[in-house]
């Protein structure tokens, strides 16, 4: 009966997120065909372009990587009862932070580099998303307008130090920080062209899951989120745990971004900026805030993101048209919630 239980509730779990779903598929088809495109076949394409070889599942894993990080930033202050929006600044600070060390000891070995790549990321990143919620907590700004103000700044102040006393002079059309060694670059995971950071990804989403599951720090943190005046009352800390778990998804997105810059982009440049902390906004409210559930959301929104490609090459699509699919995925995660 316990097992029948708990299969039950992750259903009912489900339920909303599997609505919305076919409810923007079912927009999307329409949107298709009034555009004269057939919807079976933009469907049938988007799928192969997710998942119908190796090379569409390991782009697809590429991208989910930093959705997972990324969604953790939404995830963790809203088991506190906060809507944080900030990750995309907080990924390309991290992923400057990263990349900076370069400049500073381009002579490290990497098994100390990516180690102090991955610090220095989740220390930026964590201050960054931290001060969204001691502002919330101190000064009564809302949270879901200060991270996005601190996101834009991040962003600004992102570019300033590349365009400006962080820019690599050989990089031309494209400014960037200077290139990492050859050796900092992180590999693939074997038989895939998905880097490491995927598997930390998930990692990371399975030790929040147990850390929200089973310790008094993650059961406080859902007290807190439920009820912040009983929290108080019975002496929880709950500034503490609020600003605690801002930092915390702070510096996942930070982490996210070290990735992007250690595995894929080899510098910090303007491609950092690729809206993957707006996708975990939604990859976030897929998961209905479940750590476990942020692994499977992050890999369907990666495929999403991956097979927009193929439908521009096949049927003369631009590659935004996966993003009107997200944001129907998004308007309808709204409204089933709301039913």
Request: positive net charge; contains cysteine; glycine residues 12%.
């Amino acid at each position: 009966m316990p097992i029948l239980r708990r299969t039950a509730s992750v259903a009912a779990g489900a339920l909303p997120t599997t609505l919305a779903t076919a409810a923007a598929l079912a927009l999307f088809a329409l949107f298709l065909e009034l555009h004269g495109v057939s919807a079976a076949r933009a469907l049938g394409l988007m799928w192969q372009g997710a998942f119908g070889s190796m090379f569409a599942l390991s782009n697809t894993l590429l991208r989910a990587a930093p959705l997972m990080l990324t969604a953790l930033c939404v995830l963790l202050p809203a088991r506190a009862g906060l809507i944080v929006i900030g990750g995309e600044g907080a990924l390309a600070l991290g992923g400057l932070a990263a990349g900076s060390l370069a400049i500073a000891a381009p002579t490290l070995p990497a098994a100390l580099a990516w180690p102090l790549m991955a610090l220095a990321a989740m220390l930026i990143g964590g201050l960054w998303i931290g001060a969204a919620g001691w502002l919330r907590q101190h000064r009564g700004v809302n949270e879901t307008i200060g991270s996005l103000l601190l996101s834009y700044l991040g962003i600004a102040l992102f570019n300033q130090l590349v365009e400006g006393p962080l820019r690599d002079p050989a990089s031309l059309n494209k400014p960037s920080t200077l290139p990492l060694p050859q050796t900092w670059m992180i590999g693939t995971l074997p038989g895939t062209d998905a880097h490491w950071g995927f598997a930390v990804g998930a990692v990371a989403c399975v030790l929040t899951w147990l850390v929200l599951r089973w310790s008094t720090s993650g059961f406080a943190l859902n007290v807190c989120g439920g009820n912040p005046q009983a929290a108080r009352l019975v002496g929880l800390p709950v500034d503490r745990l609020v600003i605690g778990a801002c930092v915390a998804g702070g510096a996942a997105a930070g982490l996210a971004g070290m990735f992007e810059v250690a595995a894929v982009q080899g510098s910090a440049n303007a491609s950092l900026m690729s809206g993957y902390g707006t996708a975990g906004i939604l990859v976030a409210f897929a998961a209905r805030q479940s750590p476990l559930a942020v692994i499977v959301c992050a890999v369907l929104v990666g495929g999403i993101g991956a097979s927009g490609s193929l439908l521009q090459r096949r049927l003369g699509l631009p590659d935004a048209a996966t993003l009107v699919l997200q944001g129907l995925i998004f308007a309808n995660l709204l409204a089933w919630e709301a039913l």
